[in-house]
């Protein structure tokens, strides 16, 4: 069974840093190219953040030079980096393939307030 399990959210002040992670199990992750998305209070998913087979990586615009996604496929996992963190970056995380082909997960709750 292919699953996809994040983690890592939670509350932070603005300004400051989060690192979220995504299990894979099921699948092995070098086979894809995966990638970060996020919803926020009544908003649509959004991708933000993808690392191909070959590792080529994208970012929407709203996170360049913010957000970091990196993947180890050792251990099938990979992870995303936030840092300067907005308050406009709260919602749910999600990771998936960038055409969202696997299951979704419950994702995880990232909230940035002071």
């Known amino acids: 069974q292919l699953q996809l399990a994040e983690s890592g959210g939670g509350l932070v002040q603005p300004g400051g840093s989060m690192r979220l992670s995504c299990a894979a199990s099921g699948f092995t992750l070098d086979y894809y190219s995966i990638a970060w998305f996020r919803q926020g209070p009544g908003k649509q998913r959004e991708l933000v953040a993808s690392?191909?087979?070959?590792?080529?990586?994208e970012y929407v615009d709203s996170v360049k030079g913010r957000f970091t996604i990196s993947r180890n496929v050792n251990n099938n996992t990979f992870w995303l980096q936030m840092n300067s963190l907005k308050p406009e970056d709260t919602a749910v995380y999600y990771c998936?393939?960038?055409?969202?082909?696997?299951?979704w997960g419950q994702g995880t709750q990232v909230t940035v307030s002071s």
């Open positions: 690392i191909s087979r070959l590792g080529r990586i």
């Open positions: 998936n393939h960038p055409e969202g082909m696997f299951s």
